[in-house]
């Protein structure tokens, strides 16, 4: 099949998901993640810097071994520079690489987060143990800045 309009629309929209859920779900999971933190260990001050770097070095972590382990699928399907026409291992390298891959990485990220143990509700409990703790104005900062960020 040479080209298929249904199928390119269904493909952008599962890429646009994709890249909201890549971009916004992580950042948006941090701060109850440092609530809890806090929450759970009242004598531990002031890691949220801590967890933001660990959150954006893992990030870039990650994005450089994909484009490793891309390089390296690609190396050993045969992939040539520069070539006018390459092999079909390099073919189906590519098409598995663009499709099915991260599509399946996506799908097992969303069902971890399905199954993340911060819902409402414990949210809810989080942010009344913070405020009687004294911790509100620096909740209600960190929620500000990220919902005006995204």
């Not at 269904?10 to 890429?15: E, G, V, W, Y």
């Amino acid at each position: 099949m040479k080209s298929n309009l249904p199928v390119f629309i269904i493909m952008s929209m599962l890429a646009g998901t994709s890249l909201a859920a890549l971009y916004l779900l992580p950042w948006s999971v941090l701060p109850d993640v440092v609530d809890d933190f806090k929450v759970k260990n009242p004598s531990c001050q002031d890691l949220e810097p801590l967890f933001y770097s660990c959150y954006v070095f893992f990030n870039k972590f990650g994005g450089g071994m994909s484009v490793g382990i891309s390089t390296l699928v690609l190396h050993f399907a045969g992939y040539k520079s520069g070539a006018c026409k390459h092999n079909p291992e390099v073919i189906c390298s590519l098409q598995m690489l663009f499709a099915p891959v991260p599509i399946c990485l996506l799908l097992i990220g969303l069902v971890i987060f399905c199954f993340y143990p911060i819902n409402e509700e414990r949210r809810r409990k989080i942010q009344d143990a913070l405020q009687k703790a004294g911790y509100v104005f620096v909740c209600i900062t960190l929620r500000v800045l990220f919902c005006e960020n995204s």
